[in-house]
């Protein structure tokens, strides 16, 4: 077993520790690499020959020592440049909890990369040069992660061994911190001193800042509340159990049941549910799973269900609880993330992937851009490479949405070029939710129209 603070390598799937996702999120050269790497070296998560492979890779660019961001940066675009490009997933477990991390590029022309990598994160885990304090794709990079339901922030003010590890400095990094996460709405955050280089405040504590009695960042990350993001979402908000279809499944002796994984709340045998966006009702009669049947299926796991009528559901459609089904729309108001060099303008005509359904759509109009350093929604007719802005969607089918904010699962969508096939657009439903924003208490859906 792994002592205090070590992190696990065995598998750690069936152990029943809470699981923690986090995204590690920030400006390019602030040192999220570094961190992570300190945090899986100093927590003996690395084998002799990977910790072997970064010597010689760190030998081979002619670095004195060991440079611990090639732990995740293992693209050789990446350890030539010394940038983080693509998201880099990595697993561990302390003996209090196990972790999904995810490395995000902090360089502004991945930033679709790092809304990937925080789209399922419980924390994100902000890393700020204390020097050079919130950069605007620092602030860029916690409003995606706002925007898109991360509520706790763990931010690590890096490189406190560059300014001597001046409380001065500390706490200025703080009030920007705080007044940031006012604006942002965040619920829960810190600010931990650290020299991700040195491993100061990483695992260990440093007797370098004298002036914290906070927790490290393994600390803090071992606190913070977890849960699976499915079922994050929709429990706690109060939406009823979802299921998009995602497979229609033919029994061999007849009939047909349908499988999908469950959000929002749980999914029990005998519920009425409503078909979307047809609008039928039926009753589940039964529900099974790869190990055999349920009563009451949690939100996040993959399931099969038996529903009591022969009716005409295919993949794209939705079984939602009657008595709280999403609402059916073919216009609706969105906060996107436009990640392509062509700027978005009303009149563009892409393809909306959400959850299981994709169906042409058309930009009504672009309605407003949002500025990351005021955070505040100005108007705007289109959106460039990196913004974020609210547009109204008009699609040829009527999806089944939440607002963003009840539920990421069908409160989210992708924007893709009917050209190319490239995802051009992150998008949540509803408009920005910004703390003392007036924009965001407007209405978040328009129905055109009912239920087919």
């Known amino acids: 077993m792994p002592r205090a603070g070590e992190i696990a390598t065995d598998d750690t799937h069936d152990t029943g520790m809470d699981l923690l996702r986090f995204a590690a999120v920030g400006s390019v ?14 927590t003996r998560q690395l084998f002799d020959d990977q910790v072997a492979a970064v010597e010689a890779a760190s030998a081979r660019r002619g670095i004195g020592e060991v440079d611990l961001s090639f732990i995740t940066d293992g693209l050789r675009a990446e350890r030539e ?107 829960s955050w810190q600010v931990i001193p650290v020299c991700a280089l040195r491993g100061d405040n990483v695992v260990e504590r440093s007797q370098a ?71 039928w009702r039926t009753t589940i009669t039964g529900i099974e799973t790869y190990d055999g049947p349920l009563d009451e299926a949690p939100a996040g796991i993959s399931v099969s269900v038996d529903l009591a009528d022969d009716l005409d559901v295919s993949r794209g459609d939705l079984l939602a609880v009657a008595s709280d089904a999403p609402a059916v729309v073919k216009d609706l108001v969105a906060t996107v993330c436009w990640f392509s060099d062509r700027p978005l303008r009303g009149g563009d005509r892409l393809r909306v992937k959400h959850t299981t359904r994709t169906t042409p759509a058309r930009v009504s109009a672009v309605r407003g851009r949002l500025d990351v350093n005021r955070l505040q929604i100005d108007l705007a007719t289109e959106l460039a490479n990196n913004e974020i802005g609210t547009v109204d969607l008009t699609t040829a089918v009527p999806l089944a949405v939440d607002p963003y904010r009840r539920d990421r699962i069908t409160g989210s969508f992708v924007l893709i070029d009917e050209g190319t096939n490239a995802t051009v657009a992150a998008g949540m439903v509803g408009e920005p939710h910004l703390a003392g924003d007036r924009a965001a208490s407007s209405q978040a859906l328009t129905a055109s129209g009912s239920p087919a």
């Open 29 to 42: 050269d602030d040192g999220k690499s570094t961190l992570i790497g300190r945090l899986l070296y100093d």
């Open 209 to 279: 800042a004298r002036f914290y009695e906070g927790p490290t960042v393994l600390e803090a990350l071992e606190d913070a509340p977890a849960g699976a993001w499915a079922s994050g979402h929709g429990t706690r908000s109060g939406a009823g159990a979802r299921l998009p279809v995602q497979w229609v499944l033919r029994r061999p002796g007849g009939g047909r049941s349908y499988a999908g994984m469950v959000n929002g709340g749980a999914l029990r045998a005998g519920d009425e549910v409503t078909v979307l966006p047809e609008g």
């Open 81 to 187: 440049q010394g940038i983080t490009i693509d998201v880099a997933y990595r697993y561990a477990a302390t003996p209090r909890r196990k972790f999904v991390i995810a490395d995000c590029p902090g360089h502004v022309q991945y930033t679709r990369n790092m809304a990937t990598g925080a789209s399922t994160a419980d924390l994100a885990l902000l890393v700020v040069d204390v020097v050079n304090g919130l950069r605007e794709q620092t602030r860029r990079h916690a409003c995606i992660a706002a925007l898109l339901g991360v509520d706790q922030f763990v931010v690590c003010a890096n490189k406190m061994d560059l300014v001597d590890w001046d409380e001065g400095a500390y706490r200025e990094v703080t009030n920007d911190v705080r007044e940031l996460a006012a604006r942002l709405g965040v619920s």
